[in-house]
């Protein structure tokens, strides 16, 4: 069995899951992928199970009773890899936004002793590609509050592209993770902080998808501006 796992999120990622799927397993590295869908309409499910005829040994599905949030997804997603004994576990977008080939510097990062990876889109200056430039804004002056609010260093706090190791994950206790959206991103970055993992960040090249719909909602975006304060008030007073 590899020591990693990309575990990738979906919710109506039809167009897209067979490409993502093909890319990550044919790379030169060795990984496992798990599909972690809410029972998507349009059959992404489906087509998991369809291409687990052709790679059986390294695809897998688990399947859920409807859109419960990402935060939750990966949270599934990380209990059953530690379940199965993995020692690496990656995020990763179904949409191409994160490229399949940097993988390969995210796990480098990780074997050479970081507890954490971030794919940071601004470590290296503003690498978004095909973005609106009111979104471009939007992520780059929410990682610069999150960063205000934290006292945390790291240059991209919302990312969603990571690896994080076993050993690390383990003394996470996920019932007392609160977010569901992309605050979810922060509190985990955070709550490796607070317990002094080492936290690495490799420039990575971010493109916008081309296929399907994003989720990002009015909702998930209040959710990340309350939560950083909710996060750093528990912290003050040691509830985190």
Known sequence: MPAALVIIPTYNEIENIHPIIRAVLNLPESFH???????????????VCALQQEYPDNLFLESRQGKAGLGTAYVHGFKWALQHKYEYIFEMDAD???????????????????????????????????WPLSRVLLSYFASMYVRFITGMTIRDATAGFMCYKAAMLEKIDFNRIKFVGYA?????????????????????IFTDRANGVSKMSGSIIKEAVFGVIKLRIRHLFNRL
Not at 112 to 127: A, F, L, P, Q
Not at 184 to 204: D, G, H, L, S
């Open 33 to 47: 992928v798990l599909i972690v869908d809410d029972n998507s309409p349009d059959g992404t499910a489906n087509a």
């Open 96 to 130: 191409f936004s994160h490229n399949p080939n940097d993988l390969q510097y995210l796990y480098k990062a990780a074997r050479e002793g970081s507890d954490v990876v971030i794919g940071s889109r601004y470590i290296t200056g503003v690498n978004v590609v095909n």
């Open 184 to 204: 979810f991103q922060i509190e985990m970055k955070y709550r490796a902080y607070c317990k002094n993992f080492k936290i690495t960040e490799v420039p990575i």
